[in-house]
């Protein structure tokens, strides 16, 4: 497709809260990669709403397991049992390898159960004295929204005006696991860490610091878990991030493309040894686990189950990333990723990420900027080879006008 300027939309948002500054263009329409505004302008998503579009917009597999779903039970709470959420379980389980899964509905949701499972299970398991658990996190981290979840969080944007903040977060430098060592002591129930952080800037840690991490959760006796919301499900090539370095950790906490694109869902996936000691009334969800949301979940499981979608990640993944470095590269102050995700810092001085990505608009490609100079890219793994060529082809453009 040519290139063309694309107008920018008038979207009156007066009425919406201001906790967001999209970019100037209002969708009305999703297929595949690509998305559309009123006027017919297309738009190549290179963004898939942060990953949870692994599979695209509106894929036909799970548009219509939603119908089916939508026709028949949509909601029941957990105070009945359905006929989706435990087939959903076990598919879930069975990819993970784990025993356990409790399907939640947000990210930050799941990350807050992951929490409180680690601590309980460091209370009744290792011998944790009452309330004296601590978990260790990274510098750079992006688990969610929450209140507990922003106390354990380095950036000052996502901090600051939100304060007391929930103790019991020890905070050390992502990669760095003989900082690791020393934080874990005989209180620590848990590292938590993102295998890859997404919203850093698709910060990819030293080879080994998985493993190493592994090592030393197994010899302290200490949780390793792993927040795969955005890494997980295909992205980086393989079904999860810590694959790459073959680690099992101890907890998933999944979320994103779990819903297929179409409904929240995440979901923390363990052992019983951890996650039977989430009792009845200790912990819940209105809408976590409602059938429609397992209905999709268990397609995109089984999408996921032939490792096809990995297969195609890895293997475009690959071209991507060379492609960046020999046409982008050249031009910005560096760039990586793992599979078909990826992001690039601009060089200091030049115009924002924002403006970059602005820039990219006008050429009809989605992306989004992250802390001032970084631009993401996370293109869906369904994308169509030569779309994904043409989309390195107007970033390359817009770079080599940049430098
Ligand atoms: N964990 C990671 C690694 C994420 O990237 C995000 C969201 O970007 C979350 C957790 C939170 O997910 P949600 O926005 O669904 O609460």
Redo the contacts with the bound molecule.
Sequence with gaps: MTPTAAPIADVDDRALAHNYEPLPVNLVHGDGAWVRTEDGTAYLDMLSA?SALNFGHRHPRLVAVAHHQLDTLTLTSRAYSNDQIGPFARALAELCDMERVLPMN????A?ETAIKAARRWGYVRKGVPHDRANIVVFDGN????TTTIIGMSSDPEAREGFGPFTPGFVRVPFGDASAVAAAIDDDTVAVLV?PIQ??AGVVVPPDGFLRALRGLCTSTGTLLIA?E???GLGRTGRTFAFDHEEVRPDVY?L??ALGGGIV?L?AVVADGDVLDLLTPGSHGSTFGGNPLACAVGREVVAMLATGEVQERAARLGTKFLDDLDATVGPHVASLRGRGLWAAFDLPAGAPSGRAFCERLLTRQVLAKDTHGQTVRLAPPLVIDERDLDWGVEQIATVARDWA
């Design positions: 942060y947000t990210g930050a949701e990350i992006f688990h969610g929204r993102e997404g919203e927040d919301v955005q890494s906490v979320g994103k929240p995440s």
